[in-house]
């Protein structure tokens, strides 16, 4: 936390940031699973179009990190961040009505930075999975706790981010990784694939809206906050399981659409198409 506290914007954050991109670039961390999600999502763009998506994402990657590093000893960066804000109505009609707001980000531009935004904004709970480690796992959450974020394990009982919604709060979600067998089978850029079901679901049983956000970085710790339209209600002749399918499939195209107009800041390395990577 000590060393933390000594990165700001300049000169310090410019230098670890090079240092380390230069390093994870070098290691290759998931090259091989991360040049095959681009070529599935994006098979017509050029091998060296694909191979700067790459870089990007290295890039973007490490300045996510940093950029926490940075807001350490002065949480108010958080808000100076912020070049603008737009669709910020959206969350604030949804707690006029009471029905508190479900917003799912992506590991896109920054995450990080939206759950920091949120927390500095709503009362915003959002939920994590921790590290095994204990002490990555404390560091983390201190981190984090700067901004005001409360987390909610992923491993905790969901009664508490329903409690939470039917109380008017803001439940804050990533949810554009794999699903796994718990996970609703959804479309994504053309293929079936398990995709989180939380987000859905919750939605389904509370009334809450499912609203997507967007930290798109301009520049290292400058970045536009993207609020968009809550995804429709669907059809009150479904039935939950077929409701929760039909909203994870607009939650998906909602990723699809933000990671189709910056493609370099979504974090590629993850297996989101596991069921073609076994």
Not at 94 to 108: D, E, K, T, V
Not at 171 to 189: H, K, N, R, S
């Amino acid at each position: 936390m000590a060393f933390a506290g000594s990165i700001r914007p300049g000169w310090r954050a410019n230098a670890l940031a090079g240092l380390l991109i230069f390093i994870i670039k070098a290691l290759g961390i998931r090259k091989k699973v991360a040049r095959r999600n681009i070529e599935i999502c994006f098979p017509e763009k050029t091998r060296r179009e694909r191979e700067d998506i790459l870089s990007e994402s290295y890039s973007s990657m490490v300045w996510t990190g940093v950029e926490v590093l940075g807001w350490q000893r002065d949480p108010s960066l958080i808000d100076r961040m912020a070049a603008e804000v737009t669709g910020r109505e959206y969350i604030d009609e949804a707690l006029a009505a009471g029905r508190g707001a479900i917003i799912f980000s992506a590991h896109i531009g920054s995450w990080e930075y939206a759950a920091a935004w949120l927390a500095r904004n709503y009362n915003c709970h959002a939920v994590v999975r921790h590290s095994d480690s204990a002490f990555q796992r404390e560091l983390i959450e201190e981190m984090r706790e700067t901004s005001g974020l409360v987390t909610i394990s992923k491993d905790a009982s969901m009664k508490r981010v329903i409690t939470l919604l039917r109380r008017n709060g803001v439940f804050g979600v990533l949810a554009d990784q794999y699903g796994g067998d718990e996970g609703i089978p959804a479309p994504f850029f053309g293929r079936t694939t398990s995709t989180p079901a939380g987000p859905a679901v919750f939605s389904v049983l509370t009334g809450a809206p499912m609203i997507p956000i967007l930290m798109r970085r301009i520049a290292p710790f400058k970045f536009s906050v993207e609020i968009s339209k809550p995804l429709p209600a669907p059809d009150k002749s479904l039935s939950r399981n077929e409701a929760s399918a039909v909203l994870t499939a607009l939650m998906n195209r909602e990723y699809e659409r933000m990671i189709t107009e910056d493609p370099g800041q979504w974090l590629w390395q993850h297996r989101r198409f596991r069921e073609e990577m076994q």
